[in-house]
């Protein structure tokens, strides 16, 4: 996503600077020559002073009370005379800066140009109001009060009601509402420290610590290549912003945690931005009048998850039969399917599921082989459905497939039963332009209509799709829940909500319809979605999360390196089960340059994915030209190698299932939430740990060190053994694990807590904890399941 900020007070301030001069230049000669009338003069007088006051707008607290204290429930609240501090018992865990002002308000007008799902915002600041007085600090037993005034403009000048409650144990609620209804623009700005890491924001792919960032809330597509040359070029090119940046993602949440043990989130959903870019502050700009958010107290990064996801909500734990395999991703219609299970079922392959996302039937576009948008099972593409699913449940799997909320006229399908477009049409259920017509949305070349969640006839119509269409004929026991991310910010809405507030909220209630779906067909328990699309609140609905679309590459702009990043980040928000497509999703020819799967990076990507929530694999776009697991007998042993390493976890992530469902913590973590004292962690973005049990460190590399060597930090090494899970070796405390070659440490040494480790293909860096039980169980597992 594109950003241009226009700053249009600037120009005023000049232009109000210059009027300035001229008018005490007048005023003087004026009362000089006695040539003006009293009144005149007094005007005169007036519109010098708002010139003024427009021009030195300063960002300072003019006038406040002296200092005072409040308490609520675990908080308080401390006016120091030029600063507001706010306490959990002795800690400060947030503070404005020393004299400056903590609120501010303006006028703007934000431009936010859709294409392809992927958005280029324009912010036109047009007026603000940065000085702040305080004129009243008061309290009862369920709230402080703040009131005041913000100045610098005539147009965005107001009073201010700042209001904390406590909703929650933990949480300090804040909301700031201004008494000029101009006023379309609120700031928050506060302190910080040069050291402070910020982490959190969603699921970020390419970022692990936002400071000095400048961080947009907004759930778009990634983008295409996020950088990556030439494709992001070309796709630009094509497109305008649908190669993505670095800070573009599928699941915005204006939300952080910091290693200070600070967090702070919006409540309000419209387009905002936190400023980290300034070494000693932090400016939160939301773009509306109403900001209400939230300051949380904890002690931990863990507990401050835990605190974030008492108020989004939890995910569930998975249904145990989704828990025992691999969920093997596949198209091309029921001769292929089948062929492909067979030598499955010759192996004794775990397989949980298999997820046809071609069940409605395939398209070609100018981007590759896409789907028919239209969902109901496609006949003539699999021809005896009810047997191919007999077979995969009769083998205790099940069928999975596919929806998003679009709908194309598939009229020019020919094998139509139900063009579920032409219904929701008749029916006034898509999002409307503001002629009045169904808005279409542009995806490769060709568009579509998008389901108007805000219509409760809308939502009702399309549950009984997902229940009569996959749930029922379909005998779908999961299904990708694709997109959500695209609403138009000039999109008319039934309920007649604003666009550009509904959009981050629209993936939220497109979750919601898949769960209210599942519990009214009467499968609460049993039945598995994954979206990619997500706000603070998805948690609360989402059984399972996708990482979307990631280039087939090892690179660390869309490729293997940030589903790592995002399976870590996304913990830091409250994404407690997420997962990635194995090898990746988008290949293409670009420049004579072949974007295709390798099959080194599918074997490493298969690797890297046993331990995560989900072992699923999918084609790519251009299936033809990948590496598949079934593509060759090494493929095939890779594949049938590590659905038993996750199944041989199935145990473990069942405990970890829980623990997310009643603390919200992520099932795969950052070391540093188990490690919050070892610095050398905070910066490392390819290490993982599975709970608190298993170290994981992949390789991210082609031919890594001669195809196998990986350096690795062990934490708390002088206290804990780290036992390898494949070879036995220990490392850490009492380490009896081979030296690495001369060759490799003479450029590279392994000192303090790294230690070089060997993992060819098919003997990743995975460790347990020396005396764990846990590590115990899953060995006796691996040996039980022929691994080792």
């Not at 979750?511 to 979206?531: C, Q």
């Amino acid at each position: 996503m594109k950003i241009y900020r226009k700053n249009l007070s600037y120009f005023r301030k000049m232009h109000m600077l210059f009027y300035c001069k001229i008018v005490r230049q007048y005023l003087a000669v004026a009362m000089t020559s006695k040539m003006m009338k009293k009144t005149t003069l007094t005007m005169m007088i007036a519109l010098s002073s708002l010139a003024i006051d427009s021009a030195y707008a300063t960002n300072a607290v003019l006038s406040a009370p002296s200092a005072t204290t409040s308490t609520l429930g675990g908080f308080t609240a401390l006016w120091t005379g030029n600063r507001l501090q706010i306490k959990s018992g002795s800690r400060v865990i947030w503070e404005s800066v020393a004299a400056e002002s903590f609120l501010r308000a303006g006028t703007q007008q934000l431009d936010a140009h859709e294409l392809r799902g992927s958005f280029t915002t324009t912010e036109n600041i047009v007026t603000q109001c940065t000085d702040q007085t305080i004129t009243s600090f008061t309290q009862s037993t369920t709230e402080i009060v703040f009131k005041g005034r913000l100045s610098g403009n005539a147009a965005c000048a107001t009073g201010y009601v700042l209001t904390f409650t406590q909703p929650l144990t933990g949480h300090l609620k804040f909301r700031v509402t201004f008494d000029n209804p101009a006023v379309n623009y609120s700031e928050l700005a506060y302190s910080s420290s040069a050291d402070e890491r910020f982490h959190g924001f969603g699921e970020q792919f390419s970022v692990l610590n936002m400071k000095g960032k400048t961080v947009p809330v907004l759930s778009q597509e990634g983008g295409v290549g996020r950088g990556h040359q030439p494709i992001s070029a070309a796709v630009n090119l094509g497109s305008k912003g649908a190669a993505g940046d670095e800070l573009t993602t599928y699941y915005a949440v204006p939300q952080y945690i910091t290693n200070t043990n600070k967090s702070l989130f919006l409540e309000s959903t419209d387009y905002s931005v936190f400023d980290l870019s300034d070494a000693s502050r932090v400016r939160v700009r939301l773009f509306s009048g109403l900001m209400t958010g939230r300051i949380l107290a904890g002690n931990s990064m863990l507990e401050l998850i835990q605190r974030f996801t008492d108020y989004t909500g939890r995910m569930r734990p998975l249904p145990s039969w989704f828990n025992e395999g691999a969920i093997v991703g596949m198209q091309g219609g029921t001769d292929k399917v089948s062929t492909v299970l067979t030598e499955l079922e010759r192996r004794g392959t775990p397989v949980a599921g298999v997820w046809l996302q071609d069940w409605v039937g395939k398209r070609q576009t100018s981007f590759g082989s896409q789907l028919w948008w239209n969902w109901e099972l496609d006949k003539d593409r699999y021809p005896n459905w009810d047997g191919l699913v007999n077979r995969i449940e009769n083998r205790n799997g099940h069928v999975l497939c596919y929806i998003n909320p679009f709908l194309v006229d598939a009229t020019p399908k020919g094998n139509v039963r139900r063009n579920l477009y032409a219904e929701a049409v008749a029916n006034s259920y898509l999002v409307k332009k503001a002629d009045g017509s169904a808005y279409q949305v542009t995806n490769t070349d060709f568009a579509a209509g998008m389901v108007d969640l805000t219509n409760p006839s809308a939502v009702t119509w399309i549950k009984s799709v997902i229940k009569t269409q996959l749930i029922g004929e379909g005998r779908c026991r999961g299904w990708m829940h694709d997109f959500a991310e695209a609403l138009p910010f000039d999109a008319v809405l039934w309920s007649g909500a604003k666009a550009s507030e509904y959009h981050n909220r629209y993936p939220v209630d497109w979750a919601r319809v898949a769960r209210e779906a599942i519990n009214e067909a009467g499968l609460g328990d049993d039945v598995v979605f994954f979206n990619r699309s997500g706000s603070a609140r998805t948690p609360a609905y989402s059984t399972l999360l996708w990482q979307g679309d990631q280039l087939v590459t090892w690179d660390q702009y869309d490729g293997l390196k940030t589903a790592i990043m995002a399976t870590l980040t996304g913990g830091f928000s409250g994404l407690s089960l997420t997962h990635s497509d194995i090898g990746g999703y988008t290949n293409a020819t670009i420049a004579g340059i072949g974007y295709n799967r390798e099959q080194e990076l599918l074997e490493r990507w298969m690797e890297f994915s046993a331990f995560t929530s989900a072992y699923r694999t999918h084609e790519g776009l251009k299936p033809e030209d990948n590496a598949q697991f079934y593509s060759n007998t090494q493929t095939y042993n890779q594949f049938d190698r590590f659905a038993r390493v996750y199944k041989a976890l199935a145990f473990y992530r069942t405990q970890l299932f829980q623990e997310a469902a009643t603390k919200g913590w992520p099932v795969v973590r950052h070391p540093m939430l188990q490690y919050s004292n070892e610095p050398e962690l905070a910066g490392l973005s390819d290490h993982m740990m599975l709970g608190s049990e298993i170290l994981v460190a992949p390789v991210i590399n082609k031919n890594s060190y001669n195809n196998g060597w990986k350096k690795v930090y062990f934490p708390n090494k002088a206290n804990t053994t780290w036992v390898h899970a494949f070879t036995g070796y220990t490392y850490g405390k009492n380490s009896n694990a081979p030296s690495a070659p001369w060759w490799l440490t003479s450029v590279n040494a392994a000192t303090g807590s790294w230690q070089w480790v060997y993992a060819p293909i098919g003997t990743p860096a995975a460790f347990y904890k020396q005396g764990s039980a846990v590590g115990a169980q899953f060995e006796s597992n691996l040996k039980a399941l022929g691994v080792k």
